[in-house]
DNA sequence: ACAAAATACGAATATATATTCGCGTTCGCA
DNA sequence: TGCGAACGCGAATATATATTCGTATTTTGT
């Protein structure tokens, strides 16, 4: 397990020349060869920086730990995420019932996509801590949330909106992760998404006003 | 990873007399309590063995490798689980929709009590392999939860039901999941079944029919 | 009570893999 | 052109842990 100089995320020596920084991002595109075609159990440091075309002592040279090439990875998957979603949830041009299906769809497709990826992380991700930067970002968009649900059901209380945007977040995850886990063709993703998307809509429209 | 003699999971040598009937049920009583208290990265056969009281090479007398370990435990887990749903889902003094709710508000509550044990066998998960014969075992109930489903909304086609179905189970396993990773009171507990029961019923009855 | 079978033991073995370190090479700059 | 810093290398090291195997102990049937 190896958990000696874990830790530390930062680099021990920040590229300074060219070459340097260009072997940086081999082996964070390595690194993600690695874990889409060979899976989890293979992503080993020295077969990384093989897949890299470098050795692993230059791998150490700017990463501290095997960790942190895993906490590079999430981070960058969880920026171009959190992107995807603000995207479509501030389309103000699009009615809010829309924007939270179009979320779901979108986010889905996404997860689908880079399934080999994302669940590898999933594998990994008891060998390294996330960074605490990205985990408070993911709370950024929080208002943003329940202002649609706000606008997409209008009359709900505070508390309730509150739950609603948990609720989804949850939904988001939770069922984001299950489908992109059992392999399917893009239209039943679709479908899910939709029906995800109906479910929670439904679920807003029938709750209790006062 | 040591695959070395991985694959089999049916025991090298069968006990035949008491004592050692009683050693295998100490080192599966052991292996909870490790997963439990200690965590995935803990489970290792010497630690299981001690925890036991017992010595590595007696464990390796019954158990082929590590992953046979962990297999009989997610069998037991999961029999255990699909004993519960089924005798919620039978019982015929309840109505329908009422019985879809309680059987998402169990699962969920069993999820959460469970959780450590449970988290930590997704965390070993990539580590061995589920017996074919289980996996088979959870396909059993599907028609049952089709007939339910028919019950608590008429008039769905056979397409519709079988959609409908899938959903259902997808959103026990994943939210199931999803909550009880995220630790929470036994009440913010229910809130989550019961808005997944209220939006799966809301979903089911706005659907269309023809 | 005695032999054979079953069981228990745990130090030794095999292996995998994260990480280091000393040395040779290349780059930036005067 | 030359020098110091930055860089790159990969064999050697450190460690962890799964699994084996020869031996000691206990049980069972007679």
Redesign the interface.
Known sequence: ?ARRSAGTTTPRKVPKQARSARLVDAILQAAVRVLEKDG??AFTTIRVAARAGVSVGSLYQYFPNKGSILVRLQEDEWISTSQLVDGIFSDTSVRAPERLRKVLRAFFQSECDEAPLRHALD?MA?HFEPAPEVVKRRDRGRPLLVALIDEAAPGLDRRQLA?AAE?YV??M???G???SETVRSPAVVQ??AD?SA???L??L??LPRR
Chains 1, 2 share one sequence.
Request: no cysteine.
């Open positions: 397990m989890a159990a594998i008891p739950f609720l949850s939904l995850k939770s069922m992760k299950q489908v479908s899910f029906a109906d479910m929670f439904a679920y429209r029938d």
